[in-house]
């Protein structure tokens, strides 16, 4: 009998133990949640523009409401799709050619993402709020099993 009351302790005891061990886990694992997403957001801001992968990018194409950009110098390709070709370092003398609203959504790619990077920069210094970078640009592309175009 006494032996079957120490085995219930026991039992109870680890079921106890357990459930405060989940509870710990499942709150850490919020908090790591809730500081990644800060950090994204920070920076988000602080660059003040998005990131836009392969995957995302095929299937805004379906879809098309962007103002879709090659920014890489010299040319090696294009993406299906674009609408215009600025080099990066050209950006802030060609603003006439990009949307007057600056709202408006663009999505910048280059080769390798680094050119990209540094128009969807210039961009939300120039106040644009709607920018998307392509990181890995057209490598990236072609490594998902896309082709360019080449002209």
């Not at 920070?42 to 379906?62: D, F, H, R």
């Not at 090696?76 to 600056?102: M, R, S, V, Y």
């Not at 106040?127 to 998307?132: E, L």
Request: glycine residues 8%; hydrophobic residues 35%.
């Amino acid at each position: 009998m006494k032996s079957k009351i120490i085995q219930i302790l026991i039992i109870g005891v680890i079921g106890i133990l357990s459930g405060i061990l989940l509870i710990q886990c499942g709150k850490q694992n919020l908090k790591s949640e809730s500081v990644q997403e800060t950090k994204q957001e920070k920076t988000t801001q602080q660059s003040g523009y998005y990131e836009m992968s392969i995957k995302q990018l095929k299937t805004e194409l379906n879809k098309k409401n962007f103002l879709f950009v090659n920014v890489h110098i010299p040319y090696a390709g294009e993406l299906p799709g674009t609408d215009l070709f600025i080099p990066f370092d050209k950006l802030t003398e060609n603003l006439d050619k990009l949307p007057e609203q600056k709202d408006a959504r663009i999505v910048l790619y280059c080769r390798s993402g680094h050119m990209s990077a540094i128009a969807a920069k210039t961009l939300a210094q120039s106040g644009y709020t709607n920018v998307y970078d392509v990181p890995g640009g057209m490598k990236a592309w072609v490594k998902e099993g896309y082709e360019l175009i080449h002209k």
